[in-house]
């Protein structure tokens, strides 16, 4: 079964650092999907960024980028120059392809203050 | 991009009392809808998937005649929790998929806060 593990339950960064936000997944399907949402405290999900199982570079958009280690089944966030409204809590998902459902398993997510 | 509207955003009702949430996708056609709970501080728990026309499938746990799901069509589906009680306060979202296959992208609606007193 697939699960996402998000091992940082609260992370603190002073504002205009980097900071990485932890995500490991297991699977047992080679074709999978890995996503990043932020989830402000309006509550809407909104998408950062993605990264296929078969990709071979890291995702990237704009100061959101993805480091993706297959062999580790680790798909950490990392956010440059952090801004005050990147306060938020952010969520790694993992799609499976095999089946075809589509549903999104996510993990328990992490809540990111920025310090000013 | 793709927008999904949910209505109505936020929701106080009474014990034993059935209330009805929307979803909607706005400018697009969603053959498959998703509906997630999620309490404070915790993660989005994927509740059921809802194809257009079919029963919707409902994930290991949740009870399919307290949350109703319809998706009567390709741009629609409700929720509707029955006899819902205080422990039903949550928040839902929906998201919808454009397409067909598992890959195809999905848009999360607002989401809708439910109290129950």
């Known amino acids: 079964a697939q699960k996402i593990t998000q091992t940082q339950p609260g992370m603190f960064v002073q504002e205009k650092e980097a900071v990485t936000l932890d995500c490991t997944y297991d699977t047992s399907d080679p074709s999978y999907g890995l996503f990043w949402y932020k989830q402000p405290s309006s509550g809407e999900m909104i998408f950062l960024i993605y990264q296929g199982s078969y990709d071979q570079q890291n995702a990237t958009e704009g100061r959101y980028s993805l480091n993706f280690q297959k062999a580790r089944k680790s798909a950490n966030l990392v956010i440059s120059a952090s801004q005050l409204g990147d306060s938020a809590m952010y969520f790694c998902a993992m799609r499976e392809v095999t089946g075809n459902t589509g549903k999104l398993i996510f993990g328990q997510g992490t809540t990111l203050q920025v310090k000013p | 991009g793709a927008v999904v509207s949910q209505h109505p955003s936020w929701v106080i009702c009474k014990s034993g009392t059935s209330v009805k949430i929307e979803c909607r996708s706005l400018d697009f056609q969603a053959t498959t809808m998703f509906w997630y709970r999620q309490f404070p501080k915790q993660s989005l728990m994927l509740m059921a998937t809802s194809n257009e026309g079919s029963k919707a499938t409902y994930e290991q746990g949740v009870e399919k005649d307290k949350f109703l799901i319809n998706h009567a069509s390709l741009t629609l589906s409700t929720l509707t929790v029955t006899s819902a009680h205080p422990e039903d306060s949550s928040f839902y979202i929906c998201?919808?998929?454009?397409?067909?296959?598992?890959?195809?992208?999905?848009?999360f609606g607002p989401g809708t806060r439910l109290t129950v007193l």
């Open positions: 998201s919808a998929r454009s397409g067909g296959w598992a890959t195809d992208t999905q848009y």
